[in-house]
């Protein structure tokens, strides 16, 4: 069925002078057909778009350009990716995620390429010979050269940004370097994913980032922040971005049985509380949340999963079960427990196919998705230490045995 002008602006209330204003601004998404004698006709879907725009700008008192995002944005990809035809670029591709999602990626889902961006030539080597395939590109830079990461993103749909400076202590002693990397490198991601008209990029981010007390934590808060409010910038371009957000993780290169293990050696394991407890991870886990995240996400969601909680101690006794364990005092800038979500993030949160997604509260973004989501209580928070779920010290042995 088609609708002339008049039968348009009758139907929706709107003056016709409006409407053809409209059809001028919202040209993209508005495109009446001409019938043979040159006269306009708007669709059904013309009508329907027209509708929407008229609820955005009077009831929900949208700019014309924030209507324009939000119609560009849509909800029309959300859902099952076809990965077959996916370009992908992550950074970090060297670190202990980037490697074990290139490896599932490649093993499960077989895309078009994954280009791997990282500033370690030897690690690239290195990966280069383990997995010695053609899928696999090796691009070496540095998240801090605006214009390297434009060259790599040329042709890409999806960015995985995993490059951080993520050591606590190095952080801390070279604050302007974590600086650099974690929020101008932030910064130089979405305006090189906007030029490059990529899709989708996921930002990684951590648990420290909540209620930050050391340098790490706060230039990952910043940064999520900056992907989170990227989406703003993106307009009429459709690149949509959103993080994950996770604990630590088990079997990477920066977590704690390593150094336990190395420490067993000697008979005695060193811990810095005995009450100190942390969210707990497997690779796998982490993966499949970035992954549930590129399908899911509208933009500007952080994506948290709902994962189990150990003490620190118990962790010890897992992987040193006869050794002597001693407390030496909680280091500068190390929190006894961490958060995942506070209270205030609580109140924005919805539980959502086995993970939270803390939703953004700003003007360019309206809900679409997450129809059956289920809203939290009032006061809702998910730390370490009151978490529901548990890793018992068999638990950990188990887990520990298998990575």
Known sequence: MSYRIQEVGKNIDVPVSTIRYWQKEFS????????????????????????????????????????????????????????????????????????????????????????????????????????????????????????????????????????????????????????????????????????????????????????????????????????????????????????????????????????????KKKGEVTITDERMTRFWISLDEAVKLVMDGLSHMQGGEIFVPRIPSMKIIDLARAVAPDCRIRTIGIRPGEKLHEALITEEDGRNTVKYNGMYIVMPQHEWWERKNYTNATKLPEGFSYTSDNNKEWMSVDDLRMVISAN
């Not at 009077?58 to 996916?86: F, H, M, P």
């Not at 010695?132 to 993103?153: C, I, P, Q, S």
């Not at 959103?242 to 704690?256: A, F, K, M």
Request: net charge positive.
């Open 28 to 263: 993209e998404y508005v495109s009446p057909a001409k019938t043979d004698g040159g006269q306009r006709r708007n669709s059904e879907q013309d009508l329907l778009t027209l509708t929407r725009i008229k609820e955005m700008l009077y009831l929900n008192n949208k700019t014309i350009e924030q209507a324009r995002i939000l119609l560009c944005n849509g909800n029309s990809d959300v859902g099952k990716i076809d990965w077959t035809t996916q370009t992908i670029l992550v950074t970090g591709g060297t670190g202990s995620f980037g490697k074990h999602f290139c490896r599932i990626m490649n093993d499960q889902y077989k895309p078009k390429v994954i280009r791997v961006y990282s500033r370690d030539e030897l690690k690239q080597h290195e990966m280069r010979q383990e997995f010695g395939d053609e899928r696999l590109r090796y691009f070496l830079g540095d998240v801090r050269d605006l214009e390297r990461l434009k060259r790599a993103m040329v042709g890409v749909d999806i960015v995985i940004h995993a490059a951080a400076l993520k050591q606590v202590p190095a952080c801390e002693y070279n604050p302007f370097e974590a600086v650099k990397t974690n929020i101008l490198g932030a910064q130089n991601i979405i305006n090189a994913a906007i030029d490059s008209g990529v899709k989708k990029v996921v930002a990684l981010s951590t648990d420290k980032a909540v209620n930050p007390v050391n340098l790490y934590g706060a230039t990952k808060l910043c940064s999520d922040k900056i992907f989170i409010n990227g989406n703003s910038y993106a307009g009429e371009k459709g690149t949509r971005f959103s993080c994950v957000r996770y604990g630590n993780v088990i079997g990477s290169r920066g977590s704690v049985i390593p150094l336990f293990r190395e420490q």
